[in-house]
């Protein structure tokens, strides 16, 4: 996405408005972090991996007591 | 028996407990010390002291009867002003809610009143409870008690400034990628991030609440251990809490680590720490081999892919949660603030979605390879010397970013896996500023953490210096 497309969204979504060094820097920072997540998740999210949460793991962990060393 | 601003929260508690003080006398020494020493540090936001001083006596009164007052009966404690209590303002660190006045209690502060701890007012943070360092345009920055030109690290600011300062025993304060253990590193003190979904985020301002959690600063792991058993557990109002154990954190410091194994991941880690921090990490694990710890080396995963993952949540949650404000009231919000929620308007919901599908998986494929059969991992909590105030908020904006980052290489990826992390002072860099290393472990793996902490501070004293200028007054 663009500088001017971000900008633009921001104003008419959210009704946000970014100065044009807030949107050069977020333009960067969305590229890369859009572009580093996708490709995890390519990898990683498949239409069986859910459900899987944080929360599920936890609660394996503490049912059979894996914490203690 | 130390002078009564010295002692640490347990030991407090012990004197109260078995007549040795009175909770009126250590309440008013704290009273005293946060109204001189907390302004030069910037670490108070409100105290209120004819109600604590009544509280105190109320206790007093009770232990003279013979009633049981609790397993922190009569300690004064301070916290970070985001933690609401019925009837009085919590300003969040910000302008925008400098006069609210929350109708509901937090579930902490409701169960350490219920263990007899006092609280004598809030404690600054930085705006938003989003800032590292310590930041705050609308409150000043936070001081660090060992040299007021450095920052206390954020956000918890003022709790790991009075923590440090002895103004009180323990704080609580919040993390959600880093805000606890930065603090505690800046100010070297003890600070326990918590795993994510053990002690309740009901009543506490929200950040990130994906990434959010509360847990103690304190001057040991001993005095940790007593608040986090106070504040961890279940509560229906937070369900992410209904799975969490409900245990004694303080019965199993033996001071042993004989048995334990402990991992040091290379890479990631290790190459971004300036060799003072280096050293400083081997010296640590040195104590902690000769107390009986076997050391290994591990690996890490992408940690460029965690970092990610964490930023978009961060921001995307952050993002919801100030929407409002950040249309409608701009130039209220500090630039660095600002800064940090603005990419959340822009993410999109699909990569917010896979980032939080790809928790689970993310902290089993950082355990496997971070810690592996271990026990326990070893990382630095700060990979740089502490910086000094004008390093991250004068100059080239590049050159701030970057001061910035570098303070959170280490934890805000801890964050997103949700795991605890128990940071330890381990002693001090060539600026005369304290450093820390950080023990995670499995999530709820807190008691472990507690007790390697434990054991390193039978075997140190890093966490007991005082800082220069805080003596008594």
Sequence with gaps: MSETDIAALLRTQDAIAVTPQEAEGLARLLALLNDTVAAGAAVRVTIDSAPSSFETLRAGIAERGEEEA | ?473
């Design chain 2, 1 to 473: 028996m130390s002078a009564l601003f010295d002692l640490g929260l347990v030991e407090t508690a012990q004197a109260i407990a078995d007549g040795a003080v009175t909770s009126e006398a250590v309440t008013a020494v704290a009273l005293d010390r946060l109204e001189t020493l907390g302004p030069r540090y910037n670490a108070v936001m409100a105290l209120d002291r004819s109600g604590a001083l009544e509280a105190a006596r109320a206790v007093d009164r009770a232990r003279a009867k013979g009633e049981d007052i609790g397993a922190l009966g009569g300690v004064p404690l301070a916290h970070k002003d985001l933690l609401y209590r019925a009837g009085r303002v919590c300003t969040g660190g910000s302008l925008i809610r400098k006069d609210f006045v929350p109708d509901i209690t937090a579930s902490v502060l409701e169960r350490l009143d219920g263990a007899g701890a006092l609280d004598l007012g809030t404690l600054h943070l930085a705006e938003f409870a989003l800032s590292p360092t310590g930041f705050n345009a609308h409150y000043g920055h936070g001081k660090s008690p060992w040299n007021p030109a450095y920052g206390s690290g954020g956000s918890s600011s003022g709790s790991g400034a009075a923590v440090a300062a002895r103004l009180v025993s323990g704080a609580l304060g919040s993390d959600t990628g880093g805000s606890i253990r930065h603090p505690s590193a800046m100010c070297g003190v003890t600070g326990l991030k918590p795993t994510h979904g053990l002690v309740p985020l009901y009543g506490a301002m929200p950040m990130a609440p994906s990434l959010d959690t509360i847990g103690p600063l304190t001057r040991s792991a001993r005095d940790a251990a007593r608040m986090l058993s106070v504040i961890a557990g279940p509560d229906v109002r937070d369900a992410i809490t209904l799975s969490a154990p409900d245990r004694d954190y303080e019965s199993g410091l033996t001071g042993d680590v004989r048995g334990l194994t402990i991992a040091v991941p290379q890479g990631y880690y290790r190459t971004a720490a300036e060799s003072e921090i280096l050293a400083l990490m081997d010296a640590s694990l040195d104590v902690l081999q000769e107390a009986g710890a076997r050391i290994v080396e591990t690996t890490v995963p992408d940690m460029m892919l965690i970092n990610a993952l964490m930023q978009v949540v961060m921001t995307s949650e952050a993002a919801a949660l100030h929407r409002q404000w950040l249309s409608a009231r701009p130039q209220d919000y500090g630039a660095q603030v600002r800064a940090r929620i603005l990419p959340g308007f822009a993410v999109p919901a699909i990569r917010y979605v896979e980032a939080m599908m790809m928790r689970a998986q993310m902290a089993r494929e950082w355990l496997t390879a971070a810690m592996g059969a271990a026990d326990l991992v070893h990382v630095p909590t700060l990979a740089v010397p502490v910086p000094s105030i004008a390093e991250t908020t004068e100059g080239a904006p590049e050159d701030v970013a970057a001061a910035i980052a570098r303070v959170t290489h280490c934890t805000r990826g801890i964050s997103y896996l949700g795991l605890p992390s128990l940071s330890v002072p381990c002693g001090f860099t060539a600026n005369g500023l304290p450093a820390a290393f950080q023990l995670v472990g499995r999530p709820y793996g807190e008691p472990v953490l507690l007790r390697a902490g434990d054991a390193y501070q039978r075997r140190t004293d890093f966490h007991t210096r005082l800082p220069p200028e805080c003596g008594a007054l």
